[in-house]
């Protein structure tokens, strides 16, 4: 009878300890969706590698650029809505860029690009422009981006 309630004893401690660990786990990463950066890159197949960041750049080469928005979260797999809270401003003329934000891969949790937005840019030589990342864009998990962020660039 000792024996069966040591085993029980040890059966709850382990599976208590068990759950504490799952638990301080999930606490410990950060829910919110956090705007890390916006590069241009290059593409092949379904991976980017990120070339120079935009933020604050003043010397952005011209032509038809991939440029990609960098999250702390899968935001890929909410594109259908996340498409709409991205716009590019050109700041030299006051007018908005058409763009297509896109995705690489299915946005699947198991997704190598998961956390990035991509769109394509022709940028003009000697004009500024502004990415803009409203605060409505949403990750997987739920969670907005909160307040609008914004990137500025000069291209040469």
């Known amino acids: 009878m000792l024996h069966k309630q040591k085993k029980l004893i040890s059966t709850f401690v382990i599976s208590l300890l068990m759950l504490c660990f799952f638990a301080s786990t999930a606490l410990a990463a950060d829910p919110t969706v956090t705007f890390y950066d916006a590069n241009l890159c290059t593409i092949s197949g379904e991976t980017a590698t990120p070339g120079v960041s935009l933020i604050n750049n003043t010397s952005v080469p011209s032509g038809l650029q991939h440029i990609e928005l960098q999250f702390n979260h899968n935001v890929a797999a909410n594109l259908s809505t996340n498409q709409n809270y991205i716009h590019l401003k050109n700041t030299t003329t006051q007018t908005m860029e058409s763009i297509s934000v896109y995705r690489l891969g299915d946005g699947s949790p198991f997704s190598i690009e998961k956390r990035n ?27 907005t981006l909160g307040s609008t962020q914004t990137v500025d660039f000069t291209v040469q």
């Open 117 to 143: 937005l991509f769109f394509d840019a022709n940028l003009v030589s000697g004009n500024s422009y502004q990415i803009i990342i409203d605060p409505g864009l949403v990750a997987y998990n739920g969670y």
